[in-house]
């Protein structure tokens, strides 16, 4: 079975290859914008500067053949299969960022320490559910 | 930008449809089995139970149409762009459920409280980063 998922947004950053990636927002990870299609402007409403939100991005330069890893790349740790890592590498590569909204004007938002790189296609964008419980 | 994604599994629920689900998996779901395909079966090792993981699914039976809903379907409430919500009708209806690992046998996943329906697809696994620090 396959979908298709369409790019809501994408990521623009200072970030422009893996090398140059922290492993995890944060490590040291810069702001970064969203800049949303006009299509979904809509959907952003009700979100503001302050909120915690997760990201789901579309990790286009992964692989997706990659089933099993040495963890964060340290090839000293065993081996582990990759739905028990966050390597970018695994069958459907969505990313998961939790940041902060820093600035929301229209269809660009201002995000706290994303490590995605830049270009990358954003799904979607959901409410913490820890802040946010009555949602 | 459109990308393909693949069902890496599917879930077994006594969840048949979605006037049956709790909105979230800690508001009274019960527990239920993720069937992984063969295929993907080492991208499990080093999950075993009593983990904590975020199951990615595709929300087969939401609307994708849908920017704007009253939160928890509640019309007393003003209404959200579903980015601030956790609507399961959203442009890329991925669902992210926190779950803990009761059982794993070869590809055969039992978890607790998820609010999936029976038949969602399964699209990923990702250890909670919160509990997993060093991955």
Do not use: H
């Given at each position: 079975?396959s979908?298709?998922?369409n790019?809501?947004g994408?990521?623009e950053s200072s970030?422009?290859d893996r090398?140059d990636a922290?492993r995890q ?11 949303f ?22 990790l ?5 053949g990659?089933?099993?890893?040495h963890?964060r790349?340290?090839l000293t740790?065993p ?6 890592t966050?390597?970018p590498?695994?069958?459907n590569?969505?990313?998961?960022h ?10 660009r938002?201002r995000v706290?320490?994303?490590?995605a790189?830049?270009?990358t296609p954003v799904?979607d964008?959901?409410?913490v559910l820890?802040?946010?419980a009555?949602r």
């Open positions: 079975m979908f298709a998922v790019a809501v994408r990521v970030l422009r090398a922290p927002g944060d490590e040291g990870a810069p702001e970064a914008v969203v800049v299609e006009d299509a979904v402007v809509e959907a952003l409403g009700g979100l503001a500067p302050g909120a915690e939100v997760l990201l789901l991005t579309w286009d330069r992964a692989d997706r990659t089933l099993v890893v963890p790349g340290d740790r081996p582990a299969g990759v739905f028990a966050r390597s590498d695994r069958p590569p969505i990313g998961l939790r940041v902060t909204i820093l600035a929301l004007d229209g269809t938002m706290s320490r994303l490590e790189l830049d270009g799904l964008v959901k409410p820890d802040r946010i009555d």
